[in-house]
């Protein structure tokens, strides 16, 4: 391939690349067609001044990714001062399964995590005892916390907090915590 040498070379190249505005073919484009990437979405609309306006629809100018008011309700758990480490945890999910589901296939389980029914959370706890502990369990979100450790735990899937059980294994220092999984769809999906 020859090279670009010459300086009339230089200028077609930069002809192709960015045609000028004035190019009859230019003119022929539709407006709609110069829009980029940076047109996405509505446009910032200036702030209402009037005061008989609703100001919940007027949206502050600021870098905020959320407002406060979308914020989950388990965000006062997050402690960023609480110098107490986080204690080792594990989550294993659970699935009641019978010999029908075994050897003959009848309920349609499978051993994917879709069919599990349940949520153990192991978590080792050094030095405590079953008195220290306190034990906080929401739909999504379990709170726990001893003299020594701190744990606030996002759970992968909603449960059922009152139905959960809890037991302290002096033994091994552990806590294993089973909570029912929350699946509104599993009539539908596993039917």
């Not at 690349?17 to 509505?42: T, V």
């Not at 499978?110 to 959370?121: A, E, Q």
Request: charged share 30%; hydrophobic share 35%.
């Amino acid at each position: 391939m020859e090279s670009l040498t010459s300086v009339q070379d230089l200028h077609a190249l930069s002809a192709l690349l960015n045609p000028p505005e004035e190019d009859e073919d230019f003119q022929k484009i539709k407006p709609m067609a110069r829009i980029g990437p940076g047109h996405i979405g509505s446009p910032d609309l200036p702030a209402r001044t009037n005061n008989n306006d609703d100001t919940a629809c007027v949206k502050k100018k600021s870098k905020d990714i959320w407002d406060e008011e979308e914020v989950t309700e388990v965000s006062h758990f997050d402690d960023l001062i609480d110098p107490r480490p986080q204690p080792e945890y594990e989550i294993v999910l659970k699935q009641s399964v019978g010999t029908e589901d075994l050897f003959l296939g009848l309920s349609r389980k499978d051993p994917s995590s879709m069919c599990c029914d349940s949520m153990l959370v192991k978590v080792k706890l050094p030095g405590t005892k079953a008195s220290d502990l306190v034990l906080d369990v929401r739909e999504t979100f379990l709170d726990l916390r001893t003299p020594k450790y701190k744990l606030g735990l996002h759970l992968p899937h909603p449960v059922h907090r009152q139905e959960g059980t809890a037991r302290f294994i002096t033994e091994r220092e552990e806590l294993e915590i089973t909570l029912p999984m929350n699946r509104p769809m599993d009539s539908i999906n596993l039917a």
